[in-house]
């Protein structure tokens, strides 16, 4: 996979009250490219129909398909839904799978739950190579991908190239130490959802942390492991399509 510039795009999670049309009309509105749409509304696993009608509409708008959002949980889900996953996919035109590095901690889980977290990525990543699809963990707490260094040790153990990782800012973690976990995973990131929460969940325009995306996307410009590299809007404020625009320019003005 060769690197390429980073996209502008959304997650459709963000604005899973509206339908396939609103999550368009807003993301033309706002100048957008591409769109990751989840499983949880919009594209279900497994509902073929689903799947090529919102391929077809989203490109009939001239926008792309960034990747496809699952709940799939390595190592927990059951595997045999990974086939209807995967089968969305394809039907969607996806090449990447967001996927989920189990259900606990890198500190809580037990030996025997982080060996079922790899063996299970590395067999849907066989899957998933197969119909010509990579895989890229999210970058959550609660997960194996709990923190920049335990995203490492994961992709480490997994071993395979085609599998990578997302990336967000850590919840409470201060602009310059959320720099240095991108630093540490840079060559292995896939997308990046943009959003500034601080303190807590509290939603904020990504202008009150700029310091923190003018420095996410000086390093996106040179370094990046998967292609295409998007930067998904993620949690706008109140769930607001009307501020995708300004998100999408604050974005586009820092990345200069």
């Known amino acids: 996979m060769s690197r390429v510039s980073p996209r502008l795009g959304l997650c ?5 009250h ?3 049309a609103g999550v368009l009309a807003a993301a033309v509105e706002a100048g957008l490219e591409c769109v990751e749409w989840g499983a949880d509304v919009h594209v279900p696993a497994g ?3 689903a799947a090529v009608r919102v391929r077809g509409a989203t490109e009939e708008v001239g926008l792309a398909v960034a990747s496809y959002g699952s709940y799939y949980r390595a190592g927990r889900t059951d595997p045999a839904e990974f086939d209807g996953v995967l089968r969305s996919a394809v039907l969607l035109g996806a090449a990447r799978i967001r996927i989920w590095a189990g259900v606990t901690g ?3 889980a037990s030996s ?3 060996a079922a977290v790899v063996e299970d990525t590395r067999r849907a990543a066989e899957l998933a190579a197969d119909a010509g699809v990579y895989l890229a963990y999210e970058f959550h707490r609660n997960t194996l991908t709990d923190g920049a260094d ?3 040790r ?6 395979r190239p085609d599998v990578l990782t997302y990336w967000q800012p850590p919840l409470d973690v201060a ?3 959320a720099l240095l976990g991108l630093d540490a995973v840079i060559d292995r990131v896939a997308a990046v959802h943009a959003f500034s929460w601080w303190p807590g969940t509290t939603r904020l325009p990504l202008s009150a942390r700029s310091e923190l995306w003018g420095g996410v996307l000086d390093r996106l410009r040179v370094g990046g492991g998967g292609g295409p590299l998007d930067v998904l809007l993620e949690f706008v404020p109140g769930d607001d399509e009307k501020l995708l625009a300004r998100e999408a320019s604050t974005l586009r003005g820092l990345g200069g």
């Open 12 to 16: 459709s999670v963000t604005l899973r």
């Open 18 to 20: 509206l339908d396939v």
């Open 47 to 49: 509902d073929e129909a």
């Open 106 to 108: 890198t500190e809580e």
């Open 112 to 114: 025997e739950e982080r």
């Open 150 to 152: 335990r995203v490492v």
């Open 154 to 159: 994961l992709l480490e153990e997994v071993g």
């Open 175 to 177: 602009d310059s130490d």
